[in-house]
C-alpha cells in the first residue's frame, strides 16, 4: 500500500482546474502579468494574480459571498470544493483530516482594522482554517502547516504521515496564499522581486515573482497498482546556516535529497522539479544539491514563470503539476530559462519532451533554512 | 520507550526547568523578561537582540533544554512547534512600516513567518532535522505527541524538541519537551504533557538555582 492522489485542483492565474492549469503549462502560456500600480505598493511589479472576475463567478457558484468570506478564503473554498466533489470525500467523517498551508493568510486584513466585513481575528491561521472547515463541515480540528516557502510540501507530508499513522482515511491539503501589500512590500524590501518575468536558472535571473494562487490535493491509502500517483517519500530538513539565505553548500536540501533518494535508483526518477525562485542564491544553492546528491543527469525545472512564487500555495500547486507530467509522461519547459546560470552542470529543461516515467522528485527552500523534498512514483 | 527527558515551562513571569523555578520576575513586559532570563543564565549570543520575541521565547527554550546535552547525531534531531498566533505580534508591528510612511524593512520582515524560530534554534544548536511549525488555537497536545511518534517512527530520529510558543503582545506561554528513546523516565504521553502543562509549581521563594 502507498499514499496516493485520489483528488486534486488548482485555481491559478492560469486556470480555475488542475486541467486548464496543466494544458497552459503544455502551451507554454505564463500568469505574470505587469502591475503599474496594484495593491497600494509605490513600486510597479510582475505578479501572477487570480482573475477576480472569474473567482467571483465561481465563488457565486458555491455561494460565497465577498461579504461572508475574504479573498483568501474563497480561493482556498472554490480550490477544495471542486476536488472534493469530484473525488466524492466525505468532509464531515472523523476519518476525514482538513490541513491548511500557508504563510499568511488573511494578513492583509491587518491593514484595515475597522474593515465592515472581517473582524481582526481572521488574521489567525487557526480561524480562517475552522471557518474553511466549517464551509464544509468537517468535524475535526484542522490542522495549519505554517513553514514558510517550504509550507505545501511540508504539509503533504505531514499528510502521508497522518495517513500512516491509520488515524485517518483521507486527508484534503489545500496551499494557498494570495498577493497583498503586506507580503510584496516585505518582499520588495528584500530587493528578491525582478522587475521582469523570472528567469530560474538562467545567467542573466535577477529575481523572483509573486503569485497567489489555491492548490487542493485529496491523498488515500491506495495499492501500488492503482493508477494513481503515490507520494513515495517526503523529508524536511534545515540548512543551521542563515533565517533568510540559503546554504552555500546546499545542506538541508542535500539532507532532504539524501532521504527520499532511498529506496530507488537515481536512473528511476524522470525529472526534478526544482524550487527554481530564479533569486541568485536560491537557484546557486539547489544546483549545488543536486551535485551533491548525484543527480545532475536529470531533467530540472522550475515551474516559476509560469505562476510566480505563490508561497504556501506553491508546494501543493506545483507538486499536483509534476503528479500530472509524471503520470501524462510529459517534461514541462523550465520557462525563462535560456543560458546556463549556476555553478554547476543541471539539465535544465528547454522544450517539451513526451516521456514515460516511473519517479519524480519536487523541492522547495524557505526562509528559516528549512528545505522539503518529494519523491513521486506511478507504477 | 520515548521518553521527556527536560522541560521547560514559561508563563506568568515565571520559568520552570525540570520543576525547579530557575527564574522569576514580575512586572516587566514580555521583551524585557526574556532580555532578563537571558542575563541571568550569562548567555553569550548576539543574535539574540535581533529577534523578535516568539524567536526570542524559543531561542531560550531551546537554551534551556540543550544545557549539557550531547550525543544525538543533529541531523536526527528535529523540532515540532505550535502556537495560535503564528507570528502575529511581528506582523502587526511590520504593519506599521508600511502605512502612511513606508519604510518596510527586511529585518522585520523575515520574523512575519512562525517557522523562523526553528530556524534561530537550528543554527544555534547545528540541528539539520524536521523542522514544522503548526497553528492551532489551543496547545494540540494528542495531535503534535502524535506527529513526533511518527516522525521518531519513519524517519530515524534520536531526539525531539517540542511543544507550544505563544508569544503575543504581553502574553507568552511556553511548554518546550526535550524527548528521547530512553529505557526509562517520564513516558511521552498525552498525560504527563498536560500534567506538565498544567501543574502548579506554587511560589517556590528563596535562592534560585539552576
Partial sequence: MGIGIIGDNIVSSLGFTTDENVAAVRRGDSGLRYYADAWGVPEPLVASAVSRERLDEVAGQWGLSKEKYTHFERLAIVSMAEAIRKAGVDMKSRRTLFILSTTKGNVELLASPGNDFFETERCYLWRTARLIAGFFGTVNEPVVVSNACISGVAALIVAKRWLEMGVYDTAVVVGVDVLSKFIIS??????????????????????????????TVILQRCAEQSGKVLLAAGAISNDANHISGPSRTGEGLFLALESVLKGTDIGRIGFINAHGTATLYNDEMESIAFDRAGLLQVPVYSLKAYFGHTLGAAGVLESLISARALRDGFLPVSRGYVNGGVSRPVRVVTEVVEQNMKECIKTVSGFGGCNAAIRLKIE | MLVIKKYVRIREGECILNGQCVFRAESLSVRDWLTALYREWQLEYPKFFKMDILAKAGFLAAELLMQGEKGADNRRTGLFFANACSSLDTDRHYQETIGESYFPSPSVFVYTLPNIVLGEICIRHRIFGENTFFVSKEFPVTALRQYTQQVFADSGLERAMLGWLECEGEVCQVLALLVEEQMEGMEFTDEHINALNNKDYGRIDGKIEK
Fill in chain 1, 186 to 215: 516585505g518582499f520588495q524590501s528584500f530587493k528578491a522581486l525582478s522587475p521582469e518575468p523570472c528567469r530560474p536558472f538562467d545567467a542573466a535571473r535577477c529575481g523572483l515573482n509573486l503569485g497567489e494562487a489555491a492548490a
